[in-house]
């Protein structure tokens, strides 16, 4: 009687036993699961890009970081997640994005523009950062020279080739007396290019009209004040401001009769007749390599900052034709050449 009870008491437990093994088993591969995705998401880094405006410089460096990061095998998604956000020139809201950043922590912080880098050394003391599209970082305060710099900050600096691109206007125009450019004096790398462009054109005897224009609204007006100077060509530097508006200055000029040279890239497709273009894309690449180099435990007071490693050289036959500029047999042959068409 006694085994006939227990072996009921078993019959009717074993089903129960056997469910709460299943339950067991299931919640412990849940949570092994849970661990594992909560590592995976440990290892994903996060990283942020912050933008001072819309312009074709920025577009390209922000490609060509993320490109950059893939073709250091990493990929998004997977092993980072990138967050952009852009200013829209406005000061105010660049103070509040690198505010967020603060807050926020991102394993890298990626930033373009001269004014972002000036805000950043302000405000950002822990956070890895690497700049991308700045002229001069040492002008913008981001250290006292290439290898003397603050200890969290390094990147790319996209410094046009001023000299080479005087010694092209004398080999392609060498007539040419006085040239004109439109800069930025709220900008400090426009101001720097500026004055750049202007030595070497003195050194080459060659005289710079330089017109300051303050806002996006004065490109017209300040553009065509510019042309009435009548200089021999226009030579436009590159900063903020006058590059989102390049298409209009060279639309202005080519109404004028006169020539424009200048160093962004997408000016060749605006008209422009010849431009020296450092390589936004690949400086968005090289920043994209210097924070693999971060990520893998270099401290960034020790990485110097680098210029851009990649220059181009574009021509545009149209707009050359259209002003009866025969451009010289030699350009054909430079390294890293582009005909626009």
Known sequence: MKHSLANSIRAAIWPLFKILVIIVVISAALLLTDKISSRNNTARKRFSLIQFNDSPLSDLSGHGIIDGLTSLGLVKGRDYDLYITNAQGDMAALNMMLD???????????????????????????????????????????????????????????????????????????????????????????????????????????????????????????????????????????????????????????????????????????????????????????????????????NPAEIPFEFVRKTDILINPSAAAFFKIILPKEIYFQKNMIITK
């Open 100 to 298: 967020e950043a603060v807050n926020d922590r991102p394993d890298i912080l990626f930033i373009s523009s001269t004014p972002t880098l000036q805000a950043a050394v302000k405000k950002i003391r822990a956070l890895p950062v690497i700049f991308t599209v700045v002229a001069d970082p040492v002008l913008a305060g981001a250290g006292k020279s290439f290898q003397d710099h603050l200890p969290n900050i390094t990147g790319i600096s996209t410094l046009g080739d001023y000299e080479g691109m005087i010694r092209w206007v004398k080999i392609i125009l060498p007539r040419a007396r006085r040239i004109g450019t439109l800069f930025s004096p709220g900008e400090s790398n426009s101001v720097k290019n500026m004055n750049v462009l202007k030595d070497f054109a003195e050194q080459a005897g060659l005289n710079l009209i330089a017109v300051p224009v303050t806002s996006s609204q004065e490109i017209t007006d300040a553009a065509m004040s510019l042309a009435a100077r009548k200089p021999d060509l226009i030579c436009q530097i590159v900063d903020n401001l006058t590059s989102a508006s390049a298409a209009s200055i060279i639309s202005i000029a080519r109404n004028q009769k006169i020539p424009v040279f200048g160093f962004v890239s997408d000016q060749s497709k605006a008209g422009a007749v010849f431009v020296v273009s450092r390589d936004y894309y690949q400086a968005g690449a090289d920043a994209a390599r210097l924070a693999k180099r971060v990520l893998d435990g270099e």
